[in-house]
């Protein structure tokens, strides 16, 4: 069993950034896809990005080129840099250890609010 924690939501200006920072407790980080998902007020949670042990990543189209996953194996963290951030953005942001490129796991942290407004 694993637990995932999410940090570093807030509020945030159009057009600002955050960076948020997912921690890995109880396996390795590295051994794992981990993806970035979220749910924003009233709608279905969508994957944001992921990254694979090799580094491989993929990202949504709405966030492509303004949003980069990144992870440090030796803290077993994990981050989503996110820049330009707009309204639509606002959402409740989960980090998550997938089943695979298209599926995640079942172990959930608790979430991390990121509202985007002026």
């Known amino acids: 069993q694993v637990e995932l924690v999410e940090s570093g939501g807030g509020l945030v200006q159009p057009g600002g950034s955050l960076r948020l920072t997912c921690e890995l407790f109880?396996?390795?980080?590295?051994?794992?896809?981990m993806g970035w998902y979220r749910q924003p007020p009233q709608k279905e949670r969508e994957l944001v990005a992921l990254i694979t042990p090799t580094g491989w990543k993929n990202y949504g189209d709405s966030v492509k080129g303004r949003f980069t996953i990144s992870r440090d194996n030796a803290r077993h963290e994990m981050y989503l840099q996110m820049t330009s951030l707009k309204p639509e953005d606002t959402a409740i942001y989960y980090c998550?250890?997938?089943?695979?490129?298209?599926?995640?796991?079942?172990?959930w942290g608790q979430g991390t609010q990121v509202t985007v407004s002026s």
């Open positions: 109880g396996n390795m980080i590295s051994n794992y896809i």
């Open positions: 998550n250890r997938m089943r695979d490129l298209s599926t995640p796991g079942d172990d």
